[in-house]
């Protein structure tokens, strides 16, 4: 099967049995699926579109969803063409608010700062990933009824034809959208800010591209932008602070999209040849919860904002890679009691921090002259130091510590830094001893007292002894899964209990 197969129902109250469904073929429910997959976890993505679009809403993963993918080995493989290399770089200017102050190099250590990866593009890559590792992609397949029963989840699937099935889940995962059916038929709230802009986008051919609005325009009746391409389509937004859309769910036409253009730039901008069209809004939603009983929502089903700094595709790709070792663990039946809920608990806060940074960057956005003082003070902050790092870590993602509850220990919840091993003979980093999806204890004044203890976990943690060459803050590090670190030696005798409550903490009981 490949990814483009289309499935057909299974005829009308037929039933489908399945560990995990994942409702949604984005990039977020695609490398899920992988995820889950990887820990050998049956995996069957019902997804509502009989085919990819090839549409790209987002083109920009962000460093620390570069650093991630890096983990699993995907990086190079969600650029097209040449990967960006890295090591030495310059400065990359990025903007908040529109306002293109920002150094994005300041604040990244390890691999490329932005990654250009158009949505559609990454989405296959991750597809083809989970077919290959054993997941099931049924395109044409749309939830609209779920039951949750006591050790499952039942799903009504219709087909565009009309026919109907059920699909039988120990487990459902909603990566369907903001407007996720997923979210809606389990009750989950959805609260936040509502709506108080409507803007429109839309990739379109420019009859004049020369004589278009350049880059970013801010003036008394909105904004426009322009991503110029003058020998094929152009993308271009319009931004009306005026009020939101009196109909979010309306079809846009290309007169509306040249209206609005044209309104607010104050000058004719004719076009042609759409091939995409959509409207957006600024609402700031998120769940509350992402989790209830076997239902659980990531990427925009758990949370949406205005589209600022390619940030959302890069919060669900996040979620996808916390969530699936946590749900892994589940289905496993090795998972600690309270494992799966702090996929909510480390994930939501990281939602709400760019919630907030969104809302803040629309209030400097108003076309207001009373904001013009502001805008220009803003700008000259962003060139001190401390400022540039702050915003710079906040968009990037640079700034995501997971609260462990644990805050003796000062590496705990930071992502394990891509150190440079020598294991035996044999030379590897971090990111590659994390590809296979397992926990690791790197034991760097090994082997010691601390690998024995590991080894009653040997079916889910592996033990490295390594050396490495750089400076390392801790003789030992547990590192999960998904990068971060769930405990740091400290040389003391008191290591050895230490381990063992974190082991048990994050990886359930040992192995009898």
Same mark, same amino acid.
């Given at each position: 099967?490949?990814?483009?197969?289309?499935?057909?129902?299974?005829?009308?109250?037929?039933?489908?049995?399945?560990?995990?469904?994942?409702?949604?073929?984005?990039?977020?429910?695609?490398?899920?699926?992988?995820?889950?997959?990887?820990?050998?976890?049956?995996?069957?993505?019902?997804?509502?579109?009989?085919?990819?679009?090839?549409?790209?809403?987002?083109?920009?993963?962000?460093?620390?969803?570069?650093?991630?993918?890096?983990?699993?080995?995907?990086?190079?493989?969600?650029?097209?063409?040449?990967?960006?290399?890295?090591?030495?770089?310059?400065?990359?200017?990025?903007?908040?608010?529109?306002?293109?102050?920002?150094?994005?190099?300041?604040?990244?250590?390890?691999?490329?700062?932005?990654?250009?990866?158009?949505?559609?593009?990454?989405?296959?890559?991750?597809?083809?990933?989970?077919?290959?590792?054993?997941?099931?992609?049924?395109?044409?397949? +749309?939830?609209? !009824?779920?039951? /949750? #029963?006591?050790? =499952? %989840?039942?799903?009504?699937?219709? @087909?565009?034809?009309?026919? *109907? $099935?059920?699909?039988?889940?120990?487990?459902?995962?909603?990566?369907?959208?903001?407007?996720?059916?997923?979210?809606?038929?389990?009750?989950?709230?959805?609260?936040?800010?509502?709506?108080?802009?409507?803007?429109?986008?839309?990739?379109?051919?420019?009859?004049?591209?020369?004589?278009?609005?350049?880059?970013?325009?801010?003036?008394?009746?909105?904004?426009?932008?322009?991503?110029?391409?003058?020998?094929?389509?152009?993308?271009?937004?319009?931004?009306?602070?005026?009020?939101?859309?009196?109909?979010?769910?309306?079809?846009?036409?290309?007169? +509306?999209?040249? !209206?609005?253009? /044209? #309104?607010?730039? =104050? %000058?004719?901008?004719?076009?042609? @040849?759409?091939?995409?069209? *959509? $409207?957006?809004?600024?609402?700031?939603?998120?769940?509350?919860?992402?989790?209830?009983?076997?239902?659980?929502?990531?990427?925009?089903?758990?949370?949406?904002?205005?589209?600022?700094?390619?940030?959302?595709?890069?919060?669900?790709?996040?979620?996808?890679?916390?969530?699936?070792?946590?749900?892994?663990?589940?289905?496993?039946?090795?998972?600690?009691?309270?494992?799966?809920?702090?996929?909510?608990?480390?994930?939501?806060?990281?939602?709400?921090?760019?919630?907030?940074?969104?809302?803040?960057?629309?209030?400097?956005?108003?076309?207001?002259?009373?904001?013009?003082?502001?805008? /220009?003070?803003?700008?000259?902050?962003?060139?001190?130091?401390?400022?540039?790092?702050?915003?710079? $870590?906040?968009?990037?993602?640079?700034?995501?510590?997971?609260?462990?509850?644990?805050?003796?220990?000062?590496?705990?919840?930071?992502?394990?830094?891509?150190?440079?091993?020598?294991?035996?003979?044999?030379?590897?980093?971090?990111?590659?001893?994390?590809?296979?999806?397992?926990?690791?204890?790197?034991?760097?004044?090994?082997?010691?007292?601390?690998?024995?203890?590991?080894?009653?976990?040997?079916?889910?943690?592996?033990?490295?002894?390594?050396?490495?060459?750089?400076?390392?803050?801790?003789?030992?590090?547990?590192?999960?899964?998904?990068?971060?670190?769930?405990?740091?030696?400290?040389?003391?005798?008191?290591?050895?209990?230490?381990?063992?409550?974190?082991?048990?903490?994050?990886?359930?009981?040992?192995?009898?």
């Amino acid at each position: 099967m490949t990814t483009d197969d289309v499935q057909g129902s299974t005829g009308q109250g037929s039933a489908d049995r399945v560990e995990v469904a994942i409702v949604g073929g984005g990039p977020v429910g695609m490398l899920l699926a992988g995820e889950l997959a990887l820990h050998g976890v049956g995996v069957l993505v019902l997804e509502r579109l009989p085919r990819p679009t090839g549409e790209s809403k987002a083109g920009t993963l962000h460093s620390r969803t570069a650093e991630t993918l890096h983990r699993r080995g995907l990086l190079a493989a969600v650029q097209p063409g040449r990967p960006a290399p890295a090591g030495s770089r310059g400065p990359v200017p990025f903007h908040f608010a529109g306002m293109f102050e920002l150094d994005l190099a300041r604040v990244v250590d390890e691999g490329p700062v932005l990654v250009g990866s158009p949505q559609a593009y990454a989405e296959q890559v991750f597809a083809d990933r989970a077919v290959a590792l054993g997941a099931r992609i049924e395109r044409d397949s +749309e939830v609209v !009824g779920l039951t /949750e #029963r006591g050790d =499952g %989840v039942e799903l009504e699937v219709r @087909s565009s034809t009309g026919t *109907t $099935r059920r699909v039988t889940a120990g487990w459902c995962v909603g990566c369907d959208g903001a407007r996720s059916a997923v979210r809606k038929l389990a009750g989950i709230p959805f609260v936040g800010t509502p709506a108080t802009i409507s803007a429109l986008m839309g990739d379109v051919r420019l009859l004049d591209p020369y004589s278009a609005p350049h880059g970013w325009q801010r003036n008394e009746r909105g904004w426009t932008l322009f991503w110029t391409n003058p020998g094929g389509h152009s993308r271009v937004c319009s931004y009306d602070f005026t009020a939101p859309h009196p109909d979010r769910g309306a079809p846009v036409t290309l007169a +509306e999209l040249r !209206g609005e253009i /044209e #309104r607010i730039a =104050g %000058v004719p901008v004719p076009m042609d @040849s759409p091939r995409w069209l *959509t $409207r957006f809004s600024d609402a700031a939603l998120l769940a509350e919860p992402y989790r209830r009983g076997r239902v659980l929502l990531a990427g925009d089903a758990a949370h949406v904002h205005f589209p600022m700094g390619g940030q959302g595709v890069n919060l669900g790709l996040q979620d996808a890679v916390n969530l699936g070792w946590k749900l892994a663990g589940e289905v496993a039946g090795w998972a600690p009691p309270e494992l799966l809920d702090t996929y909510h608990g480390e994930r939501a806060p990281v939602a709400a921090r760019v919630l907030y940074n969104v809302r803040a960057q629309v209030g400097l956005m108003l076309p207001d002259h009373r904001v013009d003082p502001l805008r /220009e003070l803003f700008a000259e902050l962003m060139h001190l130091p401390q400022v540039n790092d702050f915003l710079s $870590r906040m968009i990037s993602g640079q700034d995501v510590r997971y609260d462990t509850g644990d805050r003796a220990d000062p590496l705990v919840g930071l992502l394990a830094p891509d150190l440079r091993l020598k294991v035996g003979s044999e030379l590897v980093s971090v990111a590659e001893l994390l590809r296979a999806g397992r926990p690791v204890l790197f034991d760097f004044a090994g082997p010691s007292p601390l690998g024995e203890l590991a080894a009653g976990w040997a079916d889910r943690v592996d033990v490295v002894v390594a050396t490495c060459e750089e400076v390392v803050a801790a003789p030992a590090l547990l590192v999960r899964p998904d990068g971060y670190i769930a405990w740091s030696g400290r040389g003391l005798d008191s290591d050895r209990h230490t381990l063992d409550v974190a082991l048990r903490a994050w990886f359930g009981c040992p192995k009898a």
